[in-house]
């Protein structure tokens, strides 16, 4: 019965961490989209 808790507990810090990791993945894109974006409006100045 342990052993099942334990395990149930791994994948749920498991999907927890995917689940961070792909947010902050999003936040990375998304910063370079605006990076890019102000970028073209600076050079076309």
């Known amino acids: 019965m342990e052993g099942y808790l334990d395990d149930n507990e791994f994948r749920k810090k498991l999907k927890n961490e ?13 910063k370079k989209y605006y990076i890019k974006k102000y970028l073209k409006l600076f050079f076309e100045i």
């Open 18 to 30: 995917k689940i961070i990791e792909r947010k902050q993945r999003g936040r990375l894109e998304t």
